[in-house]
């Protein structure tokens, strides 16, 4: 499988260096921990292991997916954090519950393993419908739980990802032979959560909450571009890549390469080149990447160069690219779009 390029940014061999960099910090349990030494969440974990897929290190990867297999607890969830495998965070997040789903989907669009996505489906569907144990009435899905608890504050970044992750898991459910009808009418509810009820969310000053819902490519066109466009110059900096947060001046490389992946849904290519480009400036000679950087000041913050910005650096190269059958991943390609037709009556109060 080629290695994923993209010409007068990052080339093939600095794609594989990169990915190579993932690979030295996985430890033998599978685990893909931040950084070497660091701490290990289920989410950046399987944002690591889509990153040696695209990158063509797909026994490694299939190595994390079993430490994902491995370490779920027995109600279908993860903790929030390990440390060497031992967890020193038990709280269940929900969207990291979920996020597998979407790993899984892209390593069987990659491999086309079939025995791989039936092995790990079983894990894939414990772990969405962990997330599900969340979902309110309303259709939000609540961030995380404590004791069997779920708080009271719903994300737009986790419930839009999540939305992808059902997405992905009501394709995988086809490709191993069933369906889950009550994770499409989730999806959907939660779709229109996010689309039209904005209210229900807690607002926080991150990035990701302007770009996220638009990746996998469930909002209609027009609404998505007035999304990315109505807070651009609140987020970007030129040359620089995106702020994870305002008002902080503080560019981070995995949020730029996440926005990289939004503007590809929308298929503005060149603002995604850029802004592929303009995070450049964290990158290391072995193809590790910075987390970030603190520009008034011009110091690199955290002190970290962390696997998952080295991972969403190789997807939005491989998004940009078309290289693997897993690039259009996060434009929605062959997802069902999983959606309630807006109309006079809500459907949360039907």
């Known amino acids: 499988m080629p290695t994923p390029s993209v010409p ?20 033998s349990s599978g685990a893909i921990p931040w950084f070497e030494g660091g701490h290990t969440d289920p989410w950046d974990h399987v944002q690591a292991a889509m990153g040696l897929t695209a990158a063509g290190l797909t026994d490694a990867a299939h190595k994390a997916y079993l430490w994902s297999r491995d370490s779920q607890r027995a109600d279908g969830s993860w903790a929030i954090r390990y440390e060497d495998d031992v967890v020193v965070d038990s709280h269940t997040d929900s969207n990291f519950c ?18 791989f ?17 969340m979902q309110r009435p309303d259709g939000t899905i609540a961030w995380a739980s404590s004791g069997g608890v779920p708080l009271d504050e ?20 086809e490709v191993v032979g069933t369906t889950r009808p009550d994770w ?21 000053p991150h990035s990701m909450d302007w770009y ?17 466009d109505a807070r651009w110059d609140e987020f970007v900096v030129p040359g620089l890549g995106a702020r994870c947060v305002t008002p902080n001046t503080w560019v981070t490389g995995a949020e730029t390469c996440e ?17 592929l480009a303009a995070m450049q400036h964290l990158r290391e000679d072995d193809g590790s990447y910075w987390t970030g950087l603190v520009y008034d000041d011009d110091v690199r913050w955290p002190v970290e160069r962390s696997t998952w910005t080295a991972a969403t650096v190789i997807l939005a190269a491989d998004a940009l690219s078309r290289t693997t059958p897993g690039s259009g991943l996060f434009r929605g390609d062959g997802l069902p779009r999983l ?9 949360m109060t039907r």
């Open 184 to 204: 499409e009418l989730s999806a959907a509810r939660l779709r229109h959560a996010l689309d039209h009820h904005g209210e229900l969310f807690t607002e926080k």
């Open 98 to 115: 979920a996020y597998l789903a979407t790993g899984v989907w892209h390593h069987w669009l990659v491999t086309q393993d079939l025995a």
């Open 8 to 27: 007068g940014i990052l080339t093939a061999d600095q794609i594989d260096l990169t990915a190579a960099s993932i690979l030295a910090v996985q430890q």
């Open 117 to 133: 996505a039936h092995a790990l489906w079983p894990v894939v569907e414990a772990g969405l419908d962990a997330a599900l144990t």
């Open 154 to 173: 719903a994300l737009v970044t986790g419930n839009a990802s999540s939305h992808l992750s059902l997405r992905c898991g009501v394709a995988l459910a």
């Open 212 to 228: 996220y819902p638009v990746l996998g490519g469930a909002l209609p066109q027009p609404a998505a571009e007035e999304r990315i």
């Open 339 to 347: 959606e309630w037709e807006v109309s006079d009556e809500c459907p």
């Open 259 to 275: 926005l990289v992946l939004a503007l590809d849904v929308l298929g503005r290519t060149d603002e995604a080149r850029a802004q």
